[in-house]
Every structure is written in C-alpha cells, then in structure tokens.
C-alpha cells in the first residue's frame, strides 16, 4: 500500500522539480511523472515525485480524511 500526500503547487522550479506546499509545509519534489503542471494546481505527492494531478474538491476532501484519521489515532 502506498501513501499520496496532497499537496499545492506554489511553482515550478525547474522541467524535472516544483515546489508544493502541504499545509504550511513547503518541499521540492520531482516534477517528471507529470510534466503539465503548473502554479496553483493541487497535486498528489508519493515517494518525493508528483504521480498525479487532482481536483480541488478532491484535494478538500483527502485533507479532511487525513485530519479524522489523525484524530482517532491521537485518541486511541
């Protein structure tokens, strides 16, 4: 099983690099995989590389899954 983090693109640093922001935490990441990325764009992010674009509705959602799954795990 692997883990995508969502993330959003603040920019492009380079063909092969972007820079994504995951909640206030910002990382350079390997842009490759998905080379049509652009500013603003919302991300999944797995293993240090982007392996897929999504929606912002998505985005809202997994953040939202991630803060209940964080918070049971907090209270067990």
Same mark, same amino acid.
């Given at each position: 099983?692997?883990?995508?983090?969502?993330?959003?693109?603040?920019?492009?640093?380079?063909?092969?690099?972007?820079?994504?922001?995951?909640?206030?935490?910002?990382?350079?990441?390997?842009?490759?995989?998905?080379?049509?990325?652009?500013?603003?764009?919302?991300?999944?992010?797995?293993?240090?590389?982007?392996?897929?674009?999504?929606?912002?509705?998505t985005?809202?959602?997994?953040? $939202?899954?991630?803060?209940?799954?964080?918070?049971?795990? $907090? $209270?067990?």
């Amino acid at each position: 099983m692997c883990l995508g983090i969502p993330g959003r693109v603040l920019k492009k640093v380079s063909d092969m690099e972007a820079l994504v922001d995951f909640g206030g935490i910002k990382k350079v990441v390997d842009a490759l995989l998905v080379p049509d990325i652009k500013e603003g764009d919302y991300v999944i992010v797995h293993a240090g590389a982007i392996i897929g674009k999504i929606d912002k509705e998505t985005f809202i959602e997994m953040v $939202e899954a991630y803060r209940e799954l964080a918070k049971v795990l $907090e $209270e067990s």
